[in-house]
């Protein structure tokens, strides 16, 4: 992060569909926490391509770039064009995506904690796909021993940092002997760095049973981009839904912030889009700038709203994303 002595300059890009109504919600907490920020708006997404011809502008990648941090809603049909598009510009090598439940919710898991570190740069979400004839298309999955060695040192430091006992690395190397392999090989010399750091390996089929069956199991989840992307979702399904989980893109220099959740169609457009994922990113965002105060204040006033049940239908309540956000916000100012 560069120095500032000013309020932090956010680049905001709210995107398509409930990307919109929950970055909203998010922009009202972050201003009621007062704490000085600057938030600057960008166009990007599937409108954005319709009425500019540009899914991600040359503005908004500029403008992502030249702030101090970026708060991103969602995308529709182009989220390759766009969320990739900028987690690489950023060099955001790092997708955290720390899932908890919150009491009040009707889920499978209740008091499930679990992070997964997902690696961001390469997988198979380098766009290098080839039609090298008609009806035959190739995808190059690309495994560094860099990338690899550097989201371990992020998986192992983040459990050192808050409080977490152990890391598995998730993969399918009886397949994907190379690439896996390596990914595992790099995985396994920094965890011999972390000797307190209890360490496992899974493979990704079984992890999948196992998280719905006894996920208590997990504590942190360190994958390749493909299948930290899919589990994730996975989580999500066992607290509650992807209306509850946010996410960090995070890089030496770069920091973005945006919801799991994509665009929804479904819902988009109605006022029912569960903004929690969206909030919890705005205090993703708190944490990132040292205001942690603020962060845990915002958590608090969430959690305690949604254990009052006064939530979105997502979650079995009956309030719009605005009347949500207003009683959390409500909270928050009745805490400060
Ligand atoms: P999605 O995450 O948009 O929705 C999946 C399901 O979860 C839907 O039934 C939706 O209504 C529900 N849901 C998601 N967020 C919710 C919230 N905050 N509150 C209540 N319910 C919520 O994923 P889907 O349907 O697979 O994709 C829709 C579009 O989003 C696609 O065009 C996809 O490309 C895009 N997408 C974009 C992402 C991004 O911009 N980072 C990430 C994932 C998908
Ligand atoms: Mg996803």
């Known amino acids: 992060m560069r120095e500032n002595t000013g309020p932090h300059q956010v680049a905001v890009i709210p995107g398509d569909g409930i990307g919109l109504e929950v ?33 991600l502008p040359p503005a908004t990648l500029a403008g992502a770039l030249a702030a101090e941090a970026v708060l991103f809603g969602a995308v529709g049909d182009t989220a390759a064009e766009v969320i990739l598009r900028l987690r690489r510009e950023l060099n955001t090598f790092v997708n955290l995506r720390p899932t908890r439940a919150f009491p009040g919710v009707d889920c499978l898991y209740p008091e499930l904690k679990l992070v997964i570190v997902r690696e961001n740069t390469e ?41 977490f006992g152990q890391v598995t690395a998730i993969h399918k190397a009886n397949v994907l002997q190379k690439s896996d392999g390596l990914f595992l090989r790099a995985a396994r ?120 049940g006064q939530t979105t239908s997502d979650l079995g309540g009956s309030l719009s994303t605005t009347e949500m956000t207003q009683i959390g916000r409500a909270a928050w100012r009745e805490r400060a």
């Open 123 to 163: 997988g198979l979400y380098g766009g290098l796909e080839n039609e090298i004839t008609p009806g035959v298309v190739t995808a190059m999955r690309v495994i560094t021993q860099r990338a690899s060695e550097r989201i371990a040192r992020f998986a192992f430091e983040y459990a050192l940092r808050n409080g």
């Open 23 to 55: 970055i909203e919600a998010a922009l009202a907490v972050l201003r009621a926490t007062r704490v000085p920020l600057e938030f600057q708006r960008y166009q990007a997404g599937d409108e954005c391509l319709k009425k500019q011809g540009a899914a």
């Open 189 to 308: 010399a920094v965890a011999a760095e972390y000797p307190q750091i209890g360490y496992q390996e899974a493979l990704v089929d079984s992890t999948a049973m196992n998280l719905v069956l006894r996920p208590e199991r997990f504590q942190i989840l360190l994958t390749p981009n493909l299948f930290g992307d899919i589990l994730s979702d996975l989580v999500a399904g066992l607290v509650g839904g992807l209306g509850l989980c946010p996410s960090a893109n995070l890089g030496d220099d770069h920091a973005l912030f945006e919801p799991v959740h994509g665009s929804a169609p479904d819902i988009a457009g109605q006022n029912i889009a569960n903004p929690t994922a969206a909030i919890l990113c705005g205090a993703m965002l708190l944490r990132h700038f040292g205001e942690l105060p603020s962060a845990e204040w915002v958590e608090k006033a969430l959690e305690g709203t949604i254990t009052a």
